[in-house]
């Protein structure tokens, strides 16, 4: 270190220690103005009014008040679903989307977060200048050559100042702004809010995700329930109408009744294609939810399985656990949060500034001398900037703040009750629904009695062909019915699934892409981990 580098340094070190012990205690006093975030307390029920538990005539699954199972969809015992869900959860674009979002807002979190540290800036230049010097001292009526001849020197500076000159220079610039009302603090708390809204926001996708595949695959099974059903009752109605033209043939029926049976096949055949559509609609639907083009999945599901059970008994929790499962009420609480915090920010802004800068680097005319301690220049101190005037701005910030912060607060209410509702509404729709099963089942047993009475009665020529051909027709009106319920059915029990808010628990690490690349020729493979 040069000798006169050391002597400067212990010349001002005195000076140095006050200041930074001045620094410290303005630190240790710093506070963060604006109201502090307390999470919400909502108002809920003591439990869910529609519970049902059940009786013991009955085969439809009661509602529990018990812990609900984060991994819902094990309880259809279905193999087949719960790996295209798991697909869905690896391939779905709409989810990758929604990690990307947390990851920005990850990003946008670190920013907030450096401006507790100082910034630092290196500069270097160099450039030409023309002082103008000669035209001042012209102006000015200066005899220049008499200044000139009254010493070699002073003609040597008159000509070195007005003449052209290099000037190179080299410095590190440096500013720390101190957070003395927590104006940073604020900020970093509000970028962390949001970025758990960004989560929140994911988790949702994700639980709408899982009841979407779940909802859209039983709606595959039960089209093909149905259609299969028809099929039965097709195969019914040819026998039917061969024993009418059989006893058409040999005089025992009218041609009436031949038309009456042509006409009951070729309206359950009608009724075919529909299911068959949906059939096709429902593999598309999944192979999109899978991030797949359509018709990936046909080789895999276009075989007839039965429609997957309910289970025996459904857990759906207490409603004052639901506000701390539902992804939506999380998210309005974060939102909530970041709002809270943003009023600090503000609050903060009505407050001096207090910076610290400082300058340091070399300067001179010759490039070979930026090296010499000679041509070094600094500068160094701190700077306080006070809002005067700013023509109510800053405070209308403030007000403009506080009044997001009480659209937050009823928000979040909001959300609350539109949660319990849900929960309410999707209890009334799966009991009620079972109970139609119930009833719906009990209607097709009667009418399956009712033709295979009417149907011997007729071989036997003890009834008319119109009264077989209506029991006929009530049956297979009521096994379609049957077999819609209990789809409706499980539909139901999806909703309220997704109503209580399940599913994302598994999935609490998302894998984050780290240089996300957009193009025709890449994919962004961002997707989530048990």
Excluded at 179 to 196: C, F, H, I, N, T
Excluded at 291 to 319: F, I, Y
Aim: proline share 5%; glycine share 6%.
């Amino acid at each position: 270190m040069p000798a006169r580098l050391l002597k400067a340094q212990l010349q001002h070190a005195p000076r140095l220690r006050r200041f930074g012990l001045g620094l410290l205690a303005a630190m240790i006093t710093a506070c963060s103005v604006g109201p502090d975030y307390r999470p919400p307390s909502p108002v809920t029920p003591a439990a869910f009014n529609n519970l049902d538990n059940g009786g013991k005539n009955r085969s439809a699954s009661a509602t529990l008040a018990a812990l609900p199972d984060p991994s819902w969809w094990h309880s259809f015992n279905d193999p087949q679903l719960d790996s295209l869900i798991d697909r869905a959860i690896a391939g779905n674009i709409n989810l990758q989307q929604a990690v990307l979002r947390i990851a920005g807002a990850r990003e946008q979190t670190l920013q907030a977060g450096a401006a507790y540290l100082p910034s630092v800036q290196a500069k270097a230049s160099a450039q030409r200048e023309q002082l103008g010097l000669a035209g001042q001292l012209d102006s000015a009526h200066v005899d220049t050559s008499s200044v000139a001849s009254l010493s070699p020197q002073a003609a040597s500076a008159l000509d070195t100042l007005t003449q052209p000159i290099s000037l190179y220079q080299g410095s590190f610039d440096a500013s720390w702004e101190l957070d003395l009302w927590g104006k940073v603090r604020r900020s970093v708390e509000m970028a962390q809010a949001q970025s758990q809204a960004s989560v929140e926001e994911r988790n949702d996708a994700l639980v709408s995700l899982e009841a979407e595949v779940a909802r859209t695959y039983l709606q595959l099974r039960g089209a093909q329930t149905v259609a299969q059903t028809l099929r039965t009752q097709i195969d019914v109605a040819e026998q039917s109408l061969e024993l009418t033209r059989s006893r058409q043939q040999h005089g025992l029926a009218p041609q009436y009744d031949v038309e009456n049976a042509a006409a009951q096949l070729g309206s359950l055949r009608a009724q075919l294609p529909q299911y068959e559509a949906e059939q096709r609609q429902a593999m598309n639907g999944l192979a999109v939810l899978l991030g797949q083009p359509p018709g990936t999945l046909d080789n895999e599901l276009r075989q007839d399985k039965p429609q997957p059970a309910v289970p025996a008994a459904v857990a759906v929790g207490v409603p004052s656990a639901l506000a701390r499962r539902r992804p939506d009420v999380r998210q309005a609480e974060a939102n909530l949060h970041a709002a809270t915090a943003n009023i600090g920010v503000s609050v903060a802004q009505l407050f001096p500034d207090f910076s610290l800068t400082g300058q340091f680097g070399m300067r001179n005319t010759e490039a070979d001398y930026l090296t010499h301690w000679s041509s070094h220049f600094y500068s160094y101190g701190p700077q306080v900037s006070l809002p005067i005037f700013q023509g109510g701005r800053l405070v209308s910030s403030v007000r403009l703040a506080r009044v997001q912060q009480a659209n937050a607060v009823l928000s979040y209410r909001q959300t609350v009750l539109t949660a319990l509702q849900d929960v309410e509404n999707a209890l009334v729709s799966y009991r009620t629904d079972q109970q139609q099963v119930d009833g719906l089942e009990q209607a097709a047993a009667s009418f399956q009695n009712a033709f295979n009475l009417s149907s011997e009665s007729y071989r036997q020529g003890l009834t008319s062909f119109i009264t077989m051909l209506d029991a006929q027709r009530q049956l297979a009106q009521a096994r379609q019915q049957v077999a819609a319920a209990r789809v409706q059915t499980g539909i139901d029990l999806v909703a309220l699934y997704k109503a209580l808010g399940g599913g994302w628990e598994p999935y609490t690490q998302v894998n984050l892409p780290k240089y996300p690349v957009f193009g025709p020729a890449e994919t962004v493979a961002a997707g989530t981990q048990k």
